[in-house]
């Protein structure tokens, strides 16, 4: 049997009754440009140029009035002087994730909205993995239920086959469907069913303890380590610790979880959540070790 992680369940029912799920979660772009204020100024810049690509679009509809034109205009510019101050404030830092950005506004732009799309389903995952958490029974009990579960049915298939003249089974039997004939119970069906049913939980008891897809904890380790990976496609810092350089990506996280739901998000000190990320990392690469 496999180490226990907490709750799990087969992959077969979570991609049945969890696929479609959604955690419907979305910040605006304010939101996204307070996170990335406390993070890198690579993303900041990013963020602002999407942000200053968005307010370009609304500027030249066709359909705005004089006045309303005159207000994203005004809003065009400060997110382009934002854009322009971003850049500058990276090209001066010595730090990895702040080299020079040459890029053109416009991929700056597209690199802003992939990351938002790309982080946002991270965050939405981790909502609809810890409500699932919460709500599935530790692993001991779903296949403790499984265990009696089969062993009733197949204490049911032998009963039904344990010797007895023909005759009087026949009769037995004939007597037990006709009083349960408002079920329409055939004992002969059923007790094909139940072996069935005896097969079939041993195999679910051991699947539940193969493909652990329910774990507690998973649901944050898996948003850490993604998150984290995400981070550094784009070449942001990714080290995680409360002080230095490497603060940066514990920071961000802190920033994010500002903008969670109560019940999925972690308010702690950056050294209570320093650790609980660097845990997250360490079991994500115990369990790829297993």
Same mark, same amino acid.
């Given at each position: 049997?496999? $180490? $226990?992680?907490?709750?799990?369940?087969? $992959?077969?029912?979570?991609? #049945?009754?969890?696929?479609?799920?959604?955690?419907?979660?979305?910040?605006?772009?304010?939101?996204?440009?307070?996170?990335?204020?406390?993070?890198?100024?690579?993303?900041?810049?990013?963020?602002? &140029?999407?942000?200053?690509?968005?307010?370009?679009?609304?500027?030249? !509809?066709?359909?705005?009035?004089?006045?309303?034109?005159?207000?994203?205009?005004? &809003?065009?510019?400060? #997110? $382009?002087?934002?854009? &322009?101050?971003?850049? =500058?404030?990276?090209?001066?830092?010595?730090?990895?994730?702040?080299?020079?950005?040459?890029?053109? %506004?416009?991929?700056?732009? =597209?690199?802003?909205?992939?990351? %938002?799309?790309?982080?946002?389903?991270?965050?939405?995952?981790?909502?609809?993995? =810890?409500?699932?958490?919460?709500?599935?029974?530790?692993?001991?009990?779903?296949?403790?239920?499984?265990?009696?579960?089969?062993?009733?049915?197949?204490?049911?298939?032998?009963?039904?086959?344990?010797? @007895?003249?023909? !005759?009087?089974?026949?009769?037995?039997?004939?007597?037990?469907?006709?009083?349960?004939?408002?079920?329409?119970?055939?004992?002969?069906? @059923?007790?094909? #069913?139940?072996?069935?049913? &005896?097969?079939?939980?041993?195999?679910?008891?051991?699947?539940?303890?193969?493909?652990?897809?329910?774990?507690?904890?998973?649901?944050?380790?898996?948003?850490?380590?993604?998150?984290?990976?995400?981070?550094?496609?784009?070449?942001?810092?990714?080290?995680?610790?409360?002080?230095?350089?490497?603060?940066?990506?514990?920071?961000?996280? #802190?920033?994010?979880?500002?903008? @969670?739901?109560?019940?999925?998000?972690?308010?702690?000190?950056?050294?209570?959540?320093?650790?609980?990320?660097?845990? !997250?990392?360490?079991?994500?690469?115990?369990?790829?070790?297993?």
């Amino acid at each position: 049997m496999g $180490k $226990k992680h907490g709750p799990r369940q087969p $992959k077969a029912l979570s991609s #049945a009754v969890f696929r479609v799920e959604s955690g419907g979660w979305s910040v605006s772009a304010a939101d996204w440009a307070e996170i990335a204020t406390a993070c890198q100024p690579k993303l900041r810049a990013m963020l602002s &140029a999407a942000h200053s690509e968005a307010e370009k679009a609304l500027e030249t !509809a066709a359909d705005s009035a004089p006045m309303e034109r005159g207000k994203r205009a005004l &809003a065009a510019k400060r #997110a $382009k002087a934002e854009y &322009a101050s971003a850049v =500058a404030q990276a090209a001066k830092s010595n730090r990895n994730d702040a080299s020079p950005l040459t890029g053109k %506004i416009e991929s700056d732009a =597209a690199a802003g909205r992939d990351f %938002i799309e790309r982080a946002t389903k991270i965050v939405n995952d981790l909502i609809v993995e =810890a409500r699932r958490e919460r709500t599935t029974p530790r692993a001991d009990s779903t296949t403790e239920w499984l265990e009696g579960l089969g062993k009733a049915a197949a204490t049911f298939h032998a009963a039904y086959h344990a010797p @007895l003249s023909p !005759a009087a089974k026949s009769m037995a039997r004939a007597d037990v469907e006709r009083l349960t004939r408002d079920a329409a119970i055939r004992l002969a069906d @059923l007790a094909t #069913a139940c072996l069935r049913v &005896a097969q079939a939980t041993k195999k679910a008891a051991s699947e539940l303890e193969v493909e652990p897809e329910l774990e507690g904890g998973a649901a944050w380790r898996r948003f850490v380590v993604r998150l984290r990976s995400l981070c550094g496609a784009f070449g942001l810092r990714t080290g995680i610790s409360s002080t230095g350089d490497d603060a940066v990506f514990v920071m961000f996280v #802190a920033a994010l979880m500002s903008k @969670l739901p109560p019940e999925v998000a972690r308010s702690s000190s950056p050294e209570a959540l320093a650790k609980a990320m660097q845990r !997250a990392v360490a079991d994500q690469r115990e369990i790829e070790r297993e």
